[in-house]
């Protein structure tokens, strides 16, 4: 009888590495996705910065 809950607590440990690999993955999924959406954002207010960088570099040019 030792041996078959030997067996078993292997097996739930085995069970438990597995699932807390799968959830490190997950977790590590999601700070991905939301770092790929914080770039995106930040690309983005740089372009809206440039282009208003270039709007006021027109008017000086024009006004000068």
């Not at 030792?2 to 739930?12: A, G």
């Not at 208003?52 to 006004?63: F, G, H, K, N, P």
């Amino acid at each position: 009888m030792y041996y078959v809950e030997e067996v078993l607590v292997q097996e739930r440990h085995q069970e438990r590495l597995k699932r807390a690999e799968e959830e490190r993955a997950a977790r590590q999924v999601l700070q991905l996705r939301r770092l790929v959406r914080r770039q995106a954002r930040a690309e983005r207010e740089l372009l809206h910065v440039w282009q208003r960088v270039d709007r006021l570099r027109s008017i000086l040019e024009t006004a000068g």
